[in-house]
C-alpha cells in the first residue's frame, strides 16, 4: 500500500520541490533519496499524516546537502551561507496539495520538452513522473543501466539548459506541447504491448505504467477527449493481454485467440470512455484508434468482426493523422472487407517506406496466404521474420512460413 502511495505522490512531490527550489536534476535526485527513506521508515513507524509534505520536507532537506556539496566543490561558500535552510523558509505553495495535480502536469510537460528526443523523453518521463528506477528503466528496454544512466543525466541536463520555467506552457502551447506527452505515453504503452526487442512479446511493467500515468493524465485534464481517447485505447488493446500468447509464450493472432479471455472490464471501461469523448464533437486519432479497437473487442468472433465499420475509421483517421502504418492497417481491414487482393494492391504504394519494416511483409505475407499464393506468402512471412528482433515475433512468422 505504502508503494502504491509512493508511487502517486512521486511526481508531485517532484514537481513541488523544483517549482519552489528549482535545481531540476538536483531535486529529482533528492526526491528519489527522499521516497527511500519513506520507502524504509514508513512500514516500521507509519504513514504520517501529511505524507506528501513529510516527502517535500526531507526533499528539501537533502537538497540543500547536495547544493552545498556542489557549491563547495565550486568554491562558493559565500553564496551557500547566504542561503537559508528550507526547513525556515519552505514556501507554502510548495506544501499545498491542491497544487499537487497542477505540479504533477507541470513535470510531465517538462519530462516530455520539444527539444528532447522521443527516447529521452519516455526515460525522464518514467523515471520522474513515473517514479521507476534507472534499473527498473533500463531492463524494461533491454538496456545496460549505465546507458539508461547516461540517457538520463543527459536529458535533466537538456532540460536545465534550456532555461524553461517551471510552469504550465503558455495557453498557445499547451495543446501542442499536450500532445507530445500523450504521444510519448502512446510510445511506453506499445513498446510494452509489442516489444520491438527481445525474448518477450509483452513487457507488463510497460504497458502497466502507460495505463497508470495515463489514468493520471486523465484524472488532471478530465475534459480532454484525446487524453479519454488514449485511455480507452490502451484499455481495449491491453484487454486482449490474457489471450495474446500460448502456454510456452508463442504468440496468437486475434482471429485466433479466446475471446473468453479477454477482460471485460478493460473492454467496459474503455468503450464508455470512447462513446463519450466522440459525442464531444470532431474526433482526435486517438479517439479514431480506440474507436476501432471497440470495434474488435465488441465482436463476438473474428468472423461477426463489422470490418466495413473498421474500413470507414481508417478511412477518417487517415485524413487527419495520416501515415505509412495507418495506411498499412486500413489496407488489412480492406483485404477483411473487400477481399485479399483488394489489399494486396494497397501495400505497393506502401513498400517505399516499410521496406525495412517486418510489418509489411508479415501483412503481406497474411494477405498471399489469403489469396492462396503459398509460396509467395512463404517467402514473405521469412522475409518479415529476418527483419523483427522479437523472438516470439520470429518464431510466429516462422512458424507460418514452416505451415505453408
Not at 497544487?99 to 519516455?122: E, K, N, R, V, Y
Not at 470512455?273 to 464533437?281: K, P
Amino acid at each position: 500500500m505504502a508503494g502504491d502511495l509512493l508511487r502517486e505522490l512521486a511526481p508531485q512531490v517532484l514537481g513541488a520541490v523544483v517549482r519552489r527550489y528549482g535545481h531540476f536534476a538536483t531535486a529529482e535526485d533528492a526526491v528519489q533519496e527522499a521516497l527511500l527513506a519513506a520507502a524504509v521508515q514508513w512500514p516500521k513507524e507509519g504513514v504520517p499524516d501529511d505524507p506528501r509534505a513529510w516527502l517535500i520536507t526531507v526533499a528539501a532537506r537533502r537538497l540543500t546537502d547536495l547544493l552545498r556539496s556542489e557549491q563547495a566543490r565550486l568554491r562558493r561558500e559565500d553564496a551557500v551561507a547566504a542561503w537559508t535552510l528550507p526547513e525556515d523558509w519552505l514556501a507554502p505553495a510548495a506544501d499545498q496539495p491542491v497544487s499537487g495535480a497542477d505540479d504533477t502536469l507541470i513535470l510531465l510537460f517538462m519530462c516530455c520538452h520539444p527539444s528532447l528526443s522521443p527516447a529521452s523523453q519516455i526515460a525522464l518521463t518514467l523515471r520522474a513522473v513515473g517514479g521507476l528506477t534507472t534499473a527498473e528503466i533500463a531492463r524494461a528496454f533491454l538496456v545496460p543501466e549505465g546507458t539508461m544512466t547516461r540517457r538520463i543525466t543527459r536529458a535533466k541536463q537538456r532540460v536545465k539548459d534550456s532555461g524553461l520555467p517551471f510552469g504550465l506552457p503558455r495557453a498557445e502551447e499547451r495543446a501542442e506541447r499536450l500532445g507530445v506527452v500523450l504521444h510519448v505515453l502512446y510510445l511506453i504503452f506499445n513498446e510494452g504491448y509489442a516489444g520491438t526487442s527481445g525474448p518477450d512479446l509483452v513487457r507488463a511493467e510497460l504497458t502497466d505504467e502507460a495505463i497508470r500515468l495515463a489514468r493520471m493524465v486523465r484524472r488532471l485534464l478530465p475534459d480532454d477527449p484525446e487524453v479519454a481517447g488514449l485511455l480507452a485505447l490502451m484499455l481495449l488493446t491491453d484487454a486482449r493481454r490474457p489471450a495474446r500468447t500460448g502456454p510456452d509464450g508463442a504468440l496468437i493472432p486475434m482471429a485466433e485467440q479466446d475471446r473468453a479471455k479477454w477482460h471485460s472490464g478493460h473492454i467496459a471501461e474503455g468503450v464508455d470512455l470512447v462513446t463519450r469523448a466522440l459525442s464531444r464533437g470532431t474526433p482526435g486519432p486517438y479517439q479514431l484508434q480506440a474507436a476501432i479497437a471497440a470495434v474488435h473487442d465488441e465482436a463476438p468472433s473474428a468472423e461477426e468482426t463489422d470490418w466495413p465499420q473498421i474500413v470507414a475509421l481508417y478511412e477518417l483517421l487517415m485524413r487527419i493523422a495520416g501515415n505509412p502504418m495507418v495506411a498499412l492497417n486500413h489496407a488489412v481491414a480492406v483485404a477483411m472487407a473487400r477481399g485479399p487482393l483488394a489489399g494486396l494492391r494497397l501495400l505497393e504504394p506502401l513498400q517505399e517506406h516499410l521496406s525495412d519494416d517486418h510489418r509489411l511483409h508479415a501483412v503481406r505475407g497474411h494477405l498471399l496466404e489469403l489469396a492462396g499464393d503459398h509460396a509467395a506468402a512463404r517467402d514473405s512471412y521469412e522475409e518479415a521474420a529476418r527483419r523483427t528482433t522479437s523472438f516470439p515475433q520470429q518464431r510466429y512468422l516462422r512458424g507460418r512460413a514452416a505451415r505453408l
